[in-house]
């Protein structure tokens, strides 16, 4: 037994032989460097664009350095151009406002009794393609009740039996029903028994005279007979109805290797109840509508799991699959999985294959689950839901813990994914193209060997309007897109062009300033401030469609501290602003209106060339209520 085991049937007692350093446990504590967190595209692809600017930094800023020293003649001078260009190229707030979305909606989904335990796992579960459940806890309450008794042979003292096999210390929730149901009598002593366990699907013991009594599923306890079996055929019948059906049956063998004992005979069928969550349904046809496919893995009888499935709308409940028949070939396994949507009679090994299978075709999974059976699939799924509820050991290896145990929960989660994933993406826009026409302008000055066109206050003020304060806003408004694949080429293909086009209006006016109309240094500069402020907050304009009630304040605020910037004269010398003569601030207007310009149409061209689906998407959002769901 090894630390950190979990006890998954019966009992025993075991002697501790390595301790300290060689202790499993501490072994692992060394190994934890190993551990692997939920997969993040969005920490994946921040990750991506950081290592390109790192490529790219030093040398640029090598060149831009090196033009400074020979541009000016006073070191402070150069030192100023320096940092200002060094600074600009860097999308210092990306990281923080990542991190600053993950946690924010780990806050919000704790208010809703949902524990995320990886902050990744908020994006990750809006990345899912297919969620796979198990029945109980999940689309039922998981909370089971006995319900009644059919008795075969009259004369078995079958309420004794149960009540003796629930006397139990390591009672599950099955014994745990039987054991309010009937009262532990008094002269049976238990001499032998065989724990349950999801891979037998049946218990027993053997109380001296009164001989050996198992209890287990109808399929596996009655599995040597005939299909004609009256005792099949009748617990198939109530399976079919949805009911949860166990066999008691006894014997007067005893217990071989924990296998089933010889000549059992059958006592009586045990029905137990279990409620559907009224909530599971609608949840359900959320994820369908979703375009989310649902598979039903659990380890009770096919027919009960495909009544289920049934009652709550899934499709493939008329034809559940007997997991015993399934193929250990994990391409065959997954054919199967890709046609089928319901499954029974599961092991939890066979649980973690299905899992594994759905992954190596391409597949992103979630599995949700409440039992000790569920465990090694939670762990192996990119994202893991547990029920609080649950066992300990479902709620230690999964991502996310419904705390209420609400399956209903989880279109909360979604959302949440989905606005952070989003939202992201949007703001990364912006630090990118911040990036790109930064290293642009450090470049062109460098081969140049101008003064760099910007003191850092400069890019302050432009930082700020254009990214800063918008940024953050932006990250935490809703959002309702649907998750789509590719968020660095998206993020690239859209930041590049606009960083180019913000590069060259920026240095276009800065050169025909000092160059054309021969304004001083200082005059020239303010010029590709304005000139660059223009842009930017066009970009942004670009970035905020649609633009909600929301946006529009936002956007009009930002150019609203534009104007002040301009018109107040303290926040001008504060800023070094110093406005050129008419003929450079025309020019230079006219360059950002062109510059302007270009990006509308580059952006009209972008959204025509996009999908149908993500058209139509745009529109929902201009009147999310008007889609079906309210999710469009």
């Known amino acids: 037994m090894l630390s950190g085991s979990i006890v998954v049937a019966g009992s025993g007692r075991f002697q501790a032989t390595r301790v300290g350093d060689d202790a499993y446990a501490r072994r692992l504590a060394r190994e934890a460097r190993r551990f692997a967190l939920a997969r993040s595209e969005l920490v994946d692809g921040i990750n991506t664009i950081l290592r390109y600017v790192t490529w790219a930094l030093v040398p640029t800023a ?8 020979r541009a000016h003649e006073g070191w402070r001078e150069a030192a100023a151009g320096v940092v200002a260009g060094v600074v600009a190229m860097v999308p210092e707030g990306l990281v923080l406002l990542t991190s600053l979305s993950f946690g924010i909606a780990a806050v919000t989904l704790a208010r809703r009794k949902v524990l995320v335990q990886e902050l990744p796992a908020v994006e990750g579960l809006a990345r899912v393609d297919v969620v796979c459940l198990d ?82 599923a109808p399929e596996i306890v009655w599995a040597d007979r005939p299909a004609d079996d009256p005792v099949r055929g009748r617990a198939d019948v109530l399976a079919a109805e949805g009911r949860r059906v166990l066999l008691l049956a006894r014997t007067d063998a005893a217990f071989v290797d924990e296998s089933l004992p010889d000549g059992l005979r059958a006592s009586a069928l045990v029905l137990f ?18 375009g989310v496919a649902l598979k039903v893995i659990s380890g009770d009888n096919p027919r009960t799991v495909g009544a289920v499935a049934r009652r709550v709308g899934l499709p493939g409940g008329d034809d559940p699959v007997d997991a015993r028949t399934l193929p250990d070939d994990p ?75 609400r399956f209903a929960h989880m279109p909360g989660v979604v959302g949440e994914g989905r606005r952070v994933i989003a ?18 302008l450090a470049i062109l000055v460098g081969v140049m060997r101008w003064e760099y066109p910007f003191l850092p206050r400069h890019l302050t003020i432009v930082s700020s309007l254009t990214i800063g304060i918008p940024a953050f806003f932006l990250a935490l408004a809703p959002n309702l897109r649907r998750y789509i694949p590719g968020f660095v080429p998206r993020v690239l293909r859209f930041a590049v062009p606009c960083g180019f086009v913000a590069a060259a209006a920026t240095f276009g006016s800065y050169a025909l300033a000092r160059d054309v109309a021969g304004v001083a240094l200082d ?57 050129p003569e008419r003929e450079a601030l025309v020019e230079g207007l006219i360059v950002a209106a062109v510059a302007c310009a270009l990006l509308e149409v580059a952006w009209m061209v972008a959204q025509r060339r996009q999908p149908a689906p993500d058209r139509t998407r745009r529109l929902a959002l201009r009147n999310p209520a008007a889609v079906r769901g309210g999710d469009p």
């Open 62 to 69: 090598a060149l831009l350095a090196l033009s400074q020293f």
């Open 273 to 290: 109840e279990e409620q559907v969550r009224p909530d599971a349904a609608e949840t359900l046809r959320y994820f369908a509508r979703q």
């Open 523 to 579: 005059e020239a500069r303010t010029t590709a401030t304005l000139v660059l402020l223009v842009v930017g907050l066009w970009v942004l304009n670009i970035l905020a469609r649609p633009i909600t009630p929301f946006r529009g304040v936002l956007f009009g605020s930002m150019v609203a501290c534009f104007v002040a910037v301009l018109a107040i004269e303290p926040l001008r010398e504060f800023y070094a602003l110093d406005l």
């Open 331 to 405: 391409d065959e396994l997954a054919d199967v999985l890709e046609r089928s949507s319901v499954f029974g009679r599961v092991t939890p090994h066979q649980k973690r294959a299905m899992v594994g299978a759905l992954q190596r075709r391409g597949h992103v999974v979630a599995m949700t689950g409440d039992g000790v059976n569920d465990a090694l699939a939670l762990k192996d799924a990119d994202i893991g839901v547990a029920m609080g509820s649950g066992a300990p050991a479902t709620r230690a290896v999964a991502q996310l813990v419904l705390l209420d145990g």
């Open 135 to 216: 029945k109980t806890g999940t689309i039922t309450e998981g909370v089971i009740s006995f319900d009644e008794l059919e008795h075969f042979d009259p004369d078995d003292p079958v309420a004794e039996a149960l009540g003796a096999l629930a006397a139990d210390e390591a009672r599950n929730a099955t014994m745990n029903a039987l054991c309010e149901a009937f009262p532990a009598p008094s002269g049976w002593e238990r001499t032998a028994s065989v724990p349950f366990s999801s891979a037998r699907k049946w218990s027993g013991a053997t109380f001296g005279d009164h001989g050996t009594w198992v209890l287990g």
């Open 423 to 440: 939202n992201i993406e949007r703001v990364a826009n912006l630090f990118v193209t911040k990036t790109v026409y930064a290293m642009l």
